[in-house]
């Protein structure tokens, strides 16, 4: 079976995207009755060296996003993965020459199709007396013995553009830029690593991987690598291939040692998040000055893609001041990096976070006894959020993403933790006050936050008492809180409900007289009620109000977890007799 995507034909995929990509850039035009994206500003380059690039189409941003003042003068595309067709090739060259460029550089990647009908282009426009050279990359720092084909061009050779278009803009000549930007395609090497194949258009995807194996060394074409090997970490990936490229036993390694200074690029082979690509983007950071390297600059994103290929590509370009003043010259490729122009290594990362403001004296701090009761109140309510994940999950699963239980059972979490570490606060405002900071950044997600608004504002009625009344208070702060920030009501089937239902029972506690137990039995039992009566509602907020109601035939999770909580609180009490 064919994979899906979202094309208007397989055959007229890859000029589709490029006229796309001309459409919405005023800077690029197309050359007529050929699969060539060039500079609108062809006139503003007589006198000065042009660069054309190109390849199969299904890498972008490469190449046609590297257009631009400072890197490239145009881009020649093939098919998906397919080299050019020397005809357009020629057409490039022979555009930009009546320009009134001095001279043409050919920035070719170590492909066979590539070298063959690029160098074909060269040689039918050298012969029509247009000066061309041709500067092909090999980055591949995959293969421990070399073989006749020489390293594969990768996405080292973005770099080589943005080099060869701050020479060529500063008004170099061609045979200089050919010359220095050949020693610097040999100061470099790439390494790519891979969860799963991609699939050209039309056609299945073009390897197989099981679940616990990733494909180390691979191409940008969708061929396989050169090593399977298990799934691992991230920072256990990335040593894995870091060590492989600067291992002196593998003749296509980059000789990076302690002082070395290199640019670091982190490309996106197409399919993977940005989550990821950051986590892979800190441990390379983290490996390389662990070695001892300076990481002058960091480029990390999308620059030459496999299409949609799962995966991730390093390259190392070892560089020296003048080499990165090339690197950081201006241009105005759309693809191109707002990179910050200092080295990345030696920078302070992270800055102390503010002071807390000193407490101030509360008046209502309890006694020993009653400090130790909240420990058991809240330690019963940790093991019954721990004991009720995987059913908070389920519950979860009919109206959201499945993690409710994931997420109380991270706070329960927390406040153990937090528990080991010291006493907690004996005054009962300030418990609530250190449990909603402990819930705001640990529990995460919308309960998180909406637990963490209930207990500050439940704080506040008890700073001045602590009386069954002032309880009753602060259950109200609590809810008008919750109300406020969060837009459910009662009815809208959500942990509200829960909450409400118990409030209401406890407006007793106000009256002269009223017992602590016989209300907040009541309320409890009101708030279970309340919980299984909202597999019977409609959501009228969060995540679940986007769901159809047909489907949501179970409890809400939220109010679930919250008369548990309720029930432990409960349970503590009546155990010690409160």
């Known amino acids: 079976m064919t994979s899906k995507k979202l094309v208007n034909s397989v055959a007229g995929c890859a000029d589709d995207a490029l006229a796309g990509l001309v ?67 020629l057409a490039a060259i022979r555009a930009v020459a009546q320009a009134g460029t001095v001279g043409t550089l050919l920035i070719v990647k170590n492909y066979t199709g590539d070298r063959l009908n690029f160098g074909l282009a060269r040689e039918q426009a050298r012969a029509e007396g247009i000066p061309v050279e041709m500067v092909v990359v090999g980055d591949d720092s995959a293969f421990t013995v070399l073989k006749k084909a020489g390293r594969r061009g990768l996405c080292g050779t973005v770099l080589i553009h943005k080099v060869a278009g701050a020479l060529a803009e500063a008004g ?70 870091l060590n492989h490229m600067t291992d002196s036993s593998n003749v296509s390694h980059v000789p990076v040692q302690s002082g070395s200074s290199v640019v670091l690029m982190v490309n996106n082979l197409g ?62 490729a759309a693809a191109w990096p707002n990179v910050a122009k200092v080295s990345v290594t030696g920078r302070k990362r992270s800055r102390a976070a503010p002071a807390e403001p000193p407490e101030a004296p509360d008046a209502t701090a309890a006694g020993g006894a009653t400090s130790k009761q909240m420990v058991r109140v809240l330690e019963r309510v940790c093991t019954t959020l721990l004991g009720l994940e995987d059913q908070l999950n389920a519950l979860d699963r009919a109206a959201g993403d499945g993690d409710c239980g994931t ?45 963490g608004l209930f207990l500050t504002a439940a704080a506040q009625p008890l700073k001045a008492k602590t009386d069954l009344a002032a309880w009753s208070a602060a259950m109200d702060a609590g809810l008008e809180a919750m109300q406020k920030y969060g837009k459910a009501a009662p009815g809208d089937r959500t942990m509200l409900d829960s909450l409400w239902a118990a409030g209401q029972e406890l407006q007793a506690w106000k009256s002269p007289g009223a017992n602590l137990l016989p209300v907040l039995t009541k309320a409890v039992k009101n708030a279970e009620a309340a919980a299984e009566a909202t597999k019977n509602m409609e959501a009228g907020a969060g995540r679940a109000s986007y769901i159809s109601s047909a489907r949501l035939d179970q409890p809400d999770p939220g109010a679930v977890a919250a008369a548990a909580i309720l029930r432990a609180i409960l349970e503590v009490l009546q155990s010690q007799g409160a």
């Open 23 to 89: 459409a919405c850039n005023p800077s690029l035009q197309l050359l007529q009755g050929h699969r060539v994206a060039l500079r609108s500003d062809l006139d503003s380059l007589k006198g000065r060296v042009a660069l054309l690039s190109g390849g199969g189409s299904g890498h972008e941003p490469a190449h046609a996003g590297f257009i631009g003042k400072g890197m490239l003068t145009g881009v020649i595309a093939g098919a998906v993965f397919t080299s050019p067709a020397v005809g357009s090739i």
């Open 172 to 241: 170099v000549g061609l045979e200089e830029i050919t010359n220095r930007v050949s020693v610097v395609a040999k100061a470099m090497g790439t390494l790519g690593v891979s969860l799963s194949s991609c699939s050209v258009p039309g056609s299945r995807p073009t390897f197989e991987l099981s679940a616990d194996e990733v494909e180390l060394g691979l191409g940008i074409h969708g061929e396989a690598g050169v090593l399977r090997i298990k799934m691992a970490t991230a920072d256990e990936i990335v040593a894995h291939m």
């Open 407 to 451: 997420t109380h059972s991270r706070a329960a979490r927390a406040i153990q933790g937090w528990l080991k570490e010291s006493p907690p606060p004996a005054s009962p405002a300030q418990l609530l006050s250190k449990l909603s900071l402990l819930l705001l950044e640990k529990m995460g997600g919308s309960s998180g936050a909406l637990y």
């Open 271 to 332: 399919g993977l998040s940005y989550l990821e690509l950051g986590i892979i983007a800190d441990a390379a950071v983290r490996f390389l000055e662990g070695r001892g390297v300076k990481i002058a600059r960091a480029l990390v994103g999308t620059f030459m893609s496999a299409l949609e290929m799962p995966g991730v590509s390093l390259t190392l370009l070892l560089v020296d001041e003048p080499l990165l003043k090339l690197i950081d010259a201006e241009t105005t």
